[in-house]
Nanobody, 121 residues
Framework: QVQLVESGGGLVQAGGSLRLSCAAS????????MGWFRQAPGKEREFVAAIRWSGDRTYYADFVKGRFTISRDNAKNTVYLQMNSLKPEDTAVYYC??????????????WGQGTQVTVSS
């Protein structure tokens, strides 16, 4: 059974930074592309960023390009999301998941509890 545990969220002022982590278990982590998603209150969950299983290819939603960076450590079964220049509209619960491909970020596992990111203006 796949388990995903997100952490690193918090309250930050606009323009600040946070680094999210997602520890995965129950799958051969190094064989899977991974993605970050987010869900703001009253909105659908949306794709944020993806990284290929090898870590050498990434893909971002337009609204985070140049501000967020996804990375992974296959030895630690962990994927990260470095978020810089945060905006109030980045406020959401952030989730990670395994995905079909880094260019086709369709999640395939059940969701973890997520981590709350709140950006104040």
């Amino acid at each position: 059974q796949v388990q995903l545990v997100e952490s690193g969220g918090g309250l930050v002022q606009a323009g600040g930074s946070l680094r999210l982590s997602c520890a995965a278990s129950g799958l051969t982590f190094s064989s899977y592309s991974m993605g970050w998603f987010r869900q703001a209150p009253g909105k659908e969950r949306e794709f944020v960023a993806a990284i290929r299983w090898s870590g050498d290819r990434t893909y971002y939603a337009d609204f985070v390009k140049g501000r967020f960076t996804i990375s992974r450590d296959n030895a630690k079964n962990t994927v990260y999301l470095q978020m810089n220049s945060l905006k109030p509209e980045d406020t959401a619960v952030y989730y990670c998941n395994g995905i079909a491909d880094y260019t086709d970020p369709v999640p395939f596992s059940s969701w973890g509890q997520g981590t709350q990111v709140t950006v104040s203006s």
